[in-house]
């Protein structure tokens, strides 16, 4: 049971618009703790996507964005595309157990 | 180039333990915090340890008491000491470097990772 909930998939057609909820609480999210977002595609790595709720790193496209509200974030892929199949993670901070969070994780299907 | 690489992965039994290494290159290692991230066969990320850049070390709930993190800053490197391994340690490990000197930030860069499996 992860302290941060997604949900375990989403799907969309190419060019639609997608959401990945990140429910937490007050000890991470709700306490105004910064969100970050990460993509693994397939076999590799995770990367950093989002950071700091909303911030894009350099090199990652404007279709992806990220907001929060209260003890939830979201991150938002507008204009889906096919390499955009990946799984996608939430992290945050919290305050009661003194470390980073994660995320479940959420697989997004382009259909 | 920015780089992490994580060695000292391998095949172990319950019980025993495993000491892995992460080298970074191409960023002044010293002023950032630095954290080890598990994944299970098949499963999703989790966290496991992160260490500050001024070296207080903060572990999860599921390791705390087995596991020590350290670093040396002279060497530019971070370790990951695992004793009394259990079954449900095995995973692939990736190291990552924190955006900040404090264990709060963004993961900003990841390693390969390096497995560990743990079976008789």
């Known amino acids: 049971q992860s302290v941060l909930t997604q949900p375990p998939s989403v799907s969309g057609a190419p060019g639609q618009r997608i959401t990945i909820s990140c429910t937490g609480s007050?000890?991470?999210?709700?306490?105004?703790?910064?969100v970050h977002w990460y993509q693994q595609l397939p076999g590799t790595a995770p990367k950093l996507l989002i950071f700091?709720?909303?911030n894009r790193p350099s090199g990652v496209p404007d279709r992806f964005s990220g907001s929060n509200s209260g003890t939830s974030a979201s991150l938002a892929i507008t204009g889906l595309q096919a390499d955009d199949e990946a799984d996608y993670y939430c992290?945050?901070?919290?305050?009661?157990?003194?470390?980073?969070?994660f995320g479940g994780g959420t697989k997004v299907t382009v259909l | 180039e920015v780089q992490l690489l994580e060695s000292g992965g391998g095949l172990v039994q319950p019980g025993g333990s495993l000491r892995l290494s992460c080298a970074a290159s191409?960023?002044?290692?010293?002023?950032?915090?630095m954290s080890w991230v598990r994944q299970a066969p098949g499963k999703g990320l989790e966290w496991v340890s992160g260490?500050?850049?001024?070296?207080?070390?903060y572990y999860a709930d599921s390791v705390k008491g087995r596991f020590t993190i350290s670093r040396d800053n002279s060497k530019n490197t971070v370790f990951l000491q695992m004793n009394s391994l259990r079954g449900d340690d095995t995973a692939l490990y990736y190291c990552?470097?924190?955006?900040?000197?404090?264990?709060?930030?963004?993961?900003?860069?990841w390693g390969q990772g390096t497995m560990v499996t743990v079976s008789s």
């Open positions: 990552a470097k924190y955006s900040l000197s404090w264990v709060v930030g963004a993961l900003d860069i």
């Open positions: 191409g960023f002044t290692f010293s002023n950032y915090a």
């Open positions: 260490i500050s850049s001024g070296g207080s070390t």
């Open positions: 007050s000890s991470n999210i709700g306490a105004g703790n910064d």
């Open positions: 700091a709720n909303n």
């Open positions: 992290q945050s901070y919290d305050n009661s157990l003194s470390g980073s969070v």
